[in-house]
């Protein structure tokens, strides 16, 4: 553990120097820097521990869980959308699974979809749609502490064959497994997911379709080429012709793409009404305002039973996106079966400098 000097102790002129940092603008980190470099451990955590997924930091807070290093697992945050946030979170899990940690999750005020007020008493929204994933309830006074890191996530990614959106069968499985392993939906949100598929499909054979619309058309860098909502009727058409479906249900953010659907199939289409879409614009919903109560916490319910549909419909039409793939891996968690018809059209990746995080969402 690290600490600075009380104040009493600093010299003026180390107080000058640090205000004159502060005023520059740099970081924090220097300061710290300046001040231990004069300490082996404190060298070896910056040449090595910042970059090096088995340079393990663990921390004592406690006595709590003893004989276990429990490995917390934050939100990844950067605005990262409610399926970005699940698969970093699989990813980190395989990483202590891997290692024989005890896995923690905790997702605070960096994720998304995060309610200040919380959502039934509850502070962790990892919580407010899973069960936990271990008997962990909380590392404040655990004996042995391990945060996640992204070097970890870069480990996992690194080790099984994927980047970004281009994904391995390795990858594919592996976090399946973790899936398997670890993920429930609590009580709450298996009623609502299950209720919603039995009053909108029942037992119906489905077709499902995901039209990504909104942010996707802006085509940042080293995201899914833009797949339009005619590619994507087109290959609905078809697979409609083999008379192996009775109803498509359609997973989108745009009204637009409701629409265009509906003129097109008719009554075949089903959609839940009650799910924030976008009606014109290129903002994603998952950046959007409104006065509605607990709008983050409904909007992340809204494309997780989105998730849900996709995953137990008999065939699925779509685009490259974080919600196919992982209804895709919840399908080979937690069913003996592929889909009848996968229909996914891949046109590659954007290669620009249009970058996502100068979106400034």
Same mark, same amino acid.
């Given at each position: 553990?690290?600490?600075?000097?009380?104040?009493?102790? &600093?010299?003026?002129?180390?107080?000058?120097?640090?205000?004159?940092?502060?005023?520059?603008?740099?970081?924090?980190?220097? /300061?710290?820097?300046?001040?231990?470099?004069?300490?082996?451990?404190?060298?070896?955590?910056?040449?090595?521990?910042? =970059?090096?997924?088995?340079?393990?930091?663990?921390?004592?807070? @406690?006595?709590?869980?003893?004989?276990?290093?429990?490995?917390?697992? @934050?939100?990844?945050?950067?605005? %990262? @959308?409610?399926?970005?946030?699940?698969?970093?979170?699989?990813?980190?899990?395989?990483?202590?699974?891997?290692?024989?940690?005890?896995?923690?999750?905790?997702?605070?005020?960096?994720? *998304?979809?995060?309610?200040?007020?919380?959502?039934?008493?509850?502070?962790?929204?990892?919580?407010?749609?899973? #069960?936990?994933?271990?008997?962990?309830?909380?590392?404040?006074?655990?004996?042995?502490?391990?945060?996640?890191?992204?070097? =970890?996530?870069?480990?996992?990614?690194?080790?099984?064959?994927?980047?970004?959106?281009?994904?391995?069968?390795?990858?594919?499985?592996?976090?399946?497994?973790?899936?398997?392993?670890?993920?429930?939906?609590?009580?709450?949100?298996?009623?609502? *997911?299950?209720?919603?598929?039995?009053?909108?499909?029942?037992?119906?054979?489905?077709? %499902?379709?995901?039209?990504?619309?909104?942010?996707?058309?802006?085509?940042?860098? #080293?995201?899914?080429?833009?797949?339009?909502?005619?590619?994507?009727?087109?290959?609905?058409?078809?697979?409609?012709?083999?008379?192996?479906?009775?109803?498509?249900? *359609?997973?989108?953010?745009?009204?637009?793409?409701?629409?265009?659907?509906?003129?097109?199939?008719?009554?075949?289409?089903?959609?839940?009404?009650?799910?924030? &879409?976008?009606?014109?614009?290129?903002?994603?919903?998952?950046?959007?305002?409104?006065?509605?109560?607990?709008?983050?916490?409904?909007?992340?319910?809204?494309?997780?039973?989105?998730?849900?549909?996709?995953?137990? !419909?008999?065939?699925?039409?779509?685009?490259?996106?974080?919600?196919?793939?992982? %209804?895709?891996?919840?399908? &080979?968690?937690?069913?003996?079966?592929?889909?009848?018809?996968?229909?996914? *059209?891949?046109?590659?990746? !954007? /290669?620009?400098?249009?970058?996502? !995080?100068?979106?400034? /969402?």
């Amino acid at each position: 553990m690290f600490t600075e000097l009380a104040y009493d102790e &600093r010299t003026e002129s180390d107080m000058k120097a640090r205000n004159k940092i502060k005023k520059a603008g740099m970081p924090e980190f220097f /300061h710290q820097c300046r001040i231990h470099r004069g300490e082996e451990e404190f060298r070896q955590l910056v040449l090595e521990g910042y =970059h090096n997924p088995d340079y393990l930091k663990i921390e004592s807070r @406690g006595n709590e869980y003893p004989g276990q290093i429990v490995y917390q697992i @934050g939100a990844f945050g950067c605005s %990262a @959308g409610f399926f970005a946030e699940f698969l970093y979170t699989l990813i980190r899990l395989y990483f202590a699974a891997d290692r024989g940690f005890t896995p923690y999750v905790n997702w605070g005020s960096d994720f *998304l979809y995060y309610e200040q007020d919380g959502i039934d008493n509850e502070k962790n929204a990892f919580l407010y749609y899973f #069960n936990p994933v271990t008997d962990v309830v909380s590392t404040e006074n655990a004996a042995h502490v391990l945060m996640a890191t992204d070097y =970890h996530i870069h480990d996992v990614q690194d080790r099984l064959n994927t980047h970004g959106y281009a994904v391995s069968d390795e990858y594919m499985t592996g976090l399946s497994n973790m899936i398997k392993k670890y993920i429930r939906y609590n009580d709450k949100t298996k009623a609502y *997911l299950e209720d919603g598929y039995d009053a909108l499909i029942g037992n119906k054979r489905a077709l %499902a379709v995901h039209f990504r619309g909104t942010d996707y058309r802006r085509q940042y860098n #080293n995201h899914p080429v833009f797949v339009t909502i005619e590619q994507e009727m087109e290959k609905v058409r078809e697979l409609l012709a083999t008379g192996k479906y009775d109803v498509i249900f *359609l997973a989108t953010d745009e009204q637009e793409a409701v629409d265009v659907f509906r003129n097109e199939f008719g009554d075949k289409v089903k959609v839940f009404e009650d799910t924030w &879409r976008a009606d014109g614009g290129d903002e994603s919903v998952a950046y959007s305002h409104a006065d509605r109560k607990q709008h983050r916490y409904l909007l992340g319910l809204e494309v997780l039973r989105d998730q849900y549909m996709l995953t137990r !419909c008999d065939g699925l039409v779509c685009g490259i996106s974080n919600l196919t793939l992982s %209804a895709r891996m919840m399908r &080979r968690a937690w069913y003996d079966k592929d889909y009848e018809d996968l229909v996914i *059209l891949n046109h590659d990746l !954007c /290669h620009n400098d249009r970058q996502f !995080c100068d979106a400034k /969402h």
